[in-house]
């Protein structure tokens, strides 16, 4: 959540994010296996951009992610959506890690 005071934004986040522009690839609850662009992440989860949709309160399984350097990492992570929003035929949400 961004606060504006004055003319400063104030962000009211626990961890700071960071930008990364890479692929992760996900399972949902159904069994589905999906490659979704990470937007940013933190300590605390990640921002993705699908052309799926999800609801808040699906739960992802991270599975592996593309490092800045081209190689690819396994992760045993979960992920819970927080929020989802439409834009251009594409959906941006949020995932906190669980």
């Known amino acids: 959540m961004t ?3 004055g003319s400063a934004l104030m962000e009211k986040r626990k961890h700071k994010r960071i930008q990364y522009g890479r692929m992760v690839n996900v399972t949902t609850e159904t069994g589905n296996n999906l ?15 699908s052309h799926a949709s999800f609801e808040p309160g699906d739960v992802l399984d991270f599975e592996s ?16 959506v927080r929020h989802i929003q439409e834009q251009y035929q594409e959906f941006s949400f949020g995932v906190c890690f669980l």
């Open 65 to 80: 992610i593309m490092t800045l350097d081209g190689d690819v990492r396994t992760l045993e992570l979960k992920g819970e």
């Open 35 to 49: 490659r979704l662009e990470v937007l940013d992440y933190s300590m605390g989860g990640m921002g993705l951009v």
């Open 3 to 5: 606060q504006i005071i």
